[in-house]
């Protein structure tokens, strides 16, 4: 899978899951929920596009009825082969991709680097310190430090002495912290903003999941007996120190007038926990739309109405046959149990394809450019049959294409059933001048 298709797919998960979350579930004082479906966000926007089921699809009864009925186009898609020349001499354009890529690269490598650098810089800063016992529990001493705070087992105080309330109120919000393991919700966080570094729904998602790790540590606090009122002032009084790093729990993580509205909110409905299953039809409609794109790449640079060289005969499928299409030689098979594969997969058979198509000189002198879609069988033998040129562009660049997709080496043929079969494919083969 290309890198940009797979961010434009994980980029658009993230915009649309914070819409629901910030729709549905921000207020709530679900928080242990809400934590878990911020993490189940995070991961679930990340292997979706890895996740086809295509397969699944041309199992059911339902999606083969839709396809009997022109719902989809049931012929396997492949990604666009772009055959280019050159015309001009090189410019700054010309690497335009290249550079916004490096852009991109270096945005997510700095960030890595900066999380790195913070977690060094934490760890060497608890081992520098001294280790204390408070109240049964370890701690370390760092003399000076205004903002106690945790990382991962590790809870770090201010060495200078406090009342007991306070000090209670601390270990008991910085203990939940350590206890809950919220240190690993902000190390994936911080990985998935470098990951997406330029998407600001990703730095939205990471502030919710921030703030509600905070929520449920001062729950912990008010539940344990302490005053309400008084853990609030206490949060105030340290508003004002700077926190010793971005990847640590702080215990005056702002924003505290956000803290202090949940602290103070009467508790949501245990009803509205149904809420939480809409999830799943949100997830489902990604996959639907992502394997509906592996199954039909390319169905919108080609009308439904566009006239077939070969006539299409499609009979009733029962819920384990696929849809076929007959020949006066041979059935050829629309969707298959097992589709064809190039040796070494999708990749491999783009950049053949792009390696052995040459871009006609009248075509470059002429200055042609635009897209011709090919249309050919993967026999039961392997072999490639019935090249047809379903969308032309110009007779040499026509025939260069059917040239190059008639000398492809074998393939490994689809079965059907666990036969082999003869598979109906289509190329969009793109002629671009740079």
Known sequence: MEILTYLIKVNIAIGL????????????????????????VFFLCVLYPF?????????????????????????????????????????????????????????????????LVQIVGVISMIFQTPVAEINGQKVHLKKGLKTPF?????????SEPCNENE??????????????????????????????????????????????????????VIHSGCDTEHYQFHLLRLSYHKAAATIINNFNFSPLKKRIFMMNKKQTSSISIVKYTLVIPLFTALLFFNSCLKTDKQQGQEPASEPEVTTIAIGEPSPNEATEKQSTD?????????????????????????????????AIDQSITGTVIMKFVVLADGSIGDVEIVKGLDPACDKAAALGVKKMPKWAPGRQKGEAVNVWYRCPIRFRLQ
Not at 150 to 158: A, C, P
Request: net charge negative; glycine share 4%; hydrophobic share 50%.
């Open 17 to 40: 899951f914070y819409g629901f979350y910030a729709l549905f579930f921000r207020n709530d004082t679900f928080f242990q929920w809400k934590r878990i479906l911020l993490l189940s």
């Open 51 to 115: 996740w086809d089921i295509s397969q699944q699809m041309i199992k059911s009864k339902i999606w083969a009825h839709a396809i009997q009925n022109g719902a989809v186009f049931p012929t396997y898609y492949l990604n666009e082969v772009i055959i280019t020349a050159q015309t001009k001499p090189h410019s700054l354009w010309n690497y335009v991709p290249e550079i916004l890529t490096g852009i991109y690269y270096l945005g997510a490598f700095a960030l890595i680097l900066w999380m």
């Open 150 to 158: 945790s990382f991962f087992g590790y809870i770090v105080l201010d």
């Open 167 to 220: 000090l209670y109120e601390i270990l008991r919000h910085e203990k939940t912290h350590v206890r809950q393991w919220h240190s690993l919700d902000v190390i994936i966080s911080d990985l998935m903003c470098a990951v997406c570094w330029f998407n600001p729904f990703i730095w939205l998602l990471k502030r919710e999941l921030r703030i509600n790790l905070e929520y449920l540590a001062d729950r912990s």
């Open 330 to 362: 041979a059935k050829i098979w629309e969707i298959v149990e097992q589709i064809p594969q190039f040796p070494g997969g999708d990749g491999e058979l783009l950049k053949w394809l792009a390696d052995n198509i040459e871009y006609p000189q009248s």
